[in-house]
């Protein structure tokens, strides 16, 4: 990860809240002087653990969730960005780089203990790009979802599996063959496993080569043909959230 090597270890020379939520929070004065010890991520969870120098303080980290908006760029100083100053939350600047987190919508500073025992982060599921990724946990996790959810729903269920978006969900269930709409009781392990591996080996290629390695096979191509077999690729919004997917009803099964 780019900001691990930009960030861990270093004591930031310059940190900024320029968003209206955080300019009252006094971050860059709670932060200063601290080290990054640590810099984690967990599916689509950030976690910057930042140690103080002095003894009795608490460690303190920032986490992060980017949702569908959000988005953390590294640039050197002085490049320009390519998001609207107006959008950045969070700048973090140290050795001559500058990290940035736009647009949020889950951005705060915790204590570092709060975040190793907070529910919503302790029930997160095994991370889809863990190098140790636990499948007999995660099949394990998939069978206690109700068997009548949709598999595209539970693979979006963080509980379930932490770190697999729309756009992920969609293309690994047509590189598997597998209908999105099929209840996950419906879905053999092997069938799930290959969604998973297809999932973790494109995150990783993407992670590694950028926007342009994401696949667009049938994600937001709703009402053109198939590339697999020529049929009209469907698009409707799926159980509870009535997140918009992408299928194709003549080789998705």
Known sequence: ???????????????LTPHPRHRLDRWPERLAGCRVAAVEAHGKHLFLRFAPMGAQAADLTVHSHLRMTGSWRVYRRGQPWRRSPGRA??????????????DGPVLELLSDAR???????????????????????????????DPRRPIGDSLLNQRILAGIGNLWKAE???AAGVDPWRATSEVQDGEALTIVAFARERMSQSARD?????????????????????????QRGQWEDNRLTFWCPGCQR
């Open 1 to 15: 990860m780019r900001i691990r090597s930009v960030l861990e270890g270093r004591v930031p020379r310059e940190i």
């Open 89 to 102: 939350w969070l700048v973090i600047r140290a050795g001559g780089w500058e990290v940035v987190q736009f």
């Open 115 to 145: 975040t190793r025992h907070d529910p919503r982060l302790t029930r997160l599921g095994p991370d889809v790009l863990g190098e140790g990724f636990d499948t007999n946990l995660f099949l394990r996790n998939l069978r206690a979802e």
């Open 172 to 174: 690994a269930c047509f």
């Open 210 to 234: 950028g926007f342009e390695a994401r696949p667009r096979s049938v994600y937001r191509r709703g009402g053109e043909p198939c590339p697999r077999c020529g049929a009209t690729i469907r």
